[in-house]
C-alpha cells in the first residue's frame, strides 16, 4: 500500500471510530481492538466505495417479449398482461423510464395486445369514449286561455 493510502486509512479509522465512540460507550480496554478491527476492514476494500451500476442486461430479447396474450417483462423475465402496474410497484419506475432504460421505442406497448382489445371492446359495449348526444329541446308549453 502506498504511503499516501496509508494515511488515507489512518484518516478515515480515527474518523470512524471516533463517531462510534460518540454514540456508543466503549471499555478503554476495547478501544484497540475496535481501531484494530476497523483499520483491517477498511484494509481490505479494494476499491473507493463509488456506487456504479453495472449495465443490466434484460431478461429477454426485447424483439420477442411481446406476445399476443402477455408481455414479458425485460426486468424479471416473468410474464405480464399490463406492465404498468408491476413496473411501478416492483422496480418503481415509470413505463418511460422502463422505455429509456431498455433503448426501446415510444410506442412499445405496456399490455399486452389481446388484453388490450378485450379492454376496447368492452368499453365500447358500455358506451364509453363516445360524446354525449345533446338531450333533445322540450317544447315550451303554451298557456291556453280560461274558458269563461
Not at 399476443?68 to 418511460?96: F, M
Amino acid at each position: 500500500m502506498s504511503e499516501e493510502n496509508q494515511v488515507d486509512l489512518i484518516e478515515l479509522t480515527a474518523e470512524i471510530v471516533s463517531a462510534y465512540v460518540q454514540k456508543n460507550a466503549v471499555p478503554v480496554g476495547g478501544l484497540p481492538d475496535l481501531i484494530a478491527s476497523v483499520n483491517l476492514a477498511l484494509s481490505q476494500v479494494k476499491s473507493p466505495a463509488v456506487a456504479q451500476q453495472e449495465a443490466q442486461k434484460p431478461a429477454v430479447n426485447p424483439k420477442r417479449s411481446v406476445f399476443p396474450d402477455y408481455i414479458i417483462s425485460l426486468e424479471d423475465g416473468k410474464k405480464y398482461k399490463s406492465l404498468k402496474r408491476h413496473l411501478r410497484t416492483a422496480h418503481n419506475i415509470s413505463p418511460e423510464e422502463y422505455r429509456e432504460k431498455w433503448g426501446l421505442p415510444k410506442d412499445y406497448p405496456m399490455v399486452a395486445p389481446s388484453y388490450s382489445a378485450t379492454r376496447s371492446a368492452l368499453a365500447k359495449s358500455l358506451g364509453l369514449g363516445r360524446k354525449r348526444t345533446p338531450a333533445p329541446a322540450k317544447k315550451a308549453q303554451t298557456r291556453r286561455k280560461a274558458r269563461v
